[in-house]
């Protein structure tokens, strides 16, 4: 497996209103696309900066991923993301290292990247996201 780049890092926010302005008020970074995933049941607001991106994540659902994630841990950084170009391949590879993961299989995520979580209790705490894009 190869990582590319980091890809984008997952923001937990309570509301994407409240939680851009720091994003682009002070750093006068762009929301350059806002998605609705309804699978996961988030509200992501992408911020690309050079060849990466700021994903900000509003729960649409008290009983979703980023509501739950908040209240367990406050809102900040709720995963990084890395670019990989075959994420099958890269997936057998971590289920051969013995590495757990929350997604057997990649799903579609934001904006159609196909996409897949590795469990923190394999990455010293931190949730981990590997995606392709076309």
Request: proline share 3%; hydrophobic share 40%.
């Amino acid at each position: 497996m190869k990582i590319e780049k980091i890809d984008h890092l997952g923001i937990a926010v309570n509301s994407i209103e409240e939680g851009k302005n720091f994003w682009t008020d002070v750093l006068g970074l762009d929301i350059e696309t806002t998605e609705i995933v309804e699978t996961q049941k988030v509200l992501t607001a992408f911020l690309p900066i050079g060849e990466s991106e700021v994903e900000l994540l509003e729960s649409t659902s008290p009983d979703g991923p980023i509501a739950k994630y908040i209240e367990k841990k406050g809102a900040g950084i709720q995963h990084v993301a890395f670019r990989v170009k075959n994420i099958d391949a890269a997936l057998d590879e971590l289920k051969e290292k013995g590495i757990k993961l929350i997604d057997q299989k990649a799903r579609i995520g934001a904006g159609g990247v196909r996409m897949a979580f590795l469990h923190p209790k394999a990455t010293n705490g931190v949730l981990v996201e590997l995606c392709e894009r076309d």
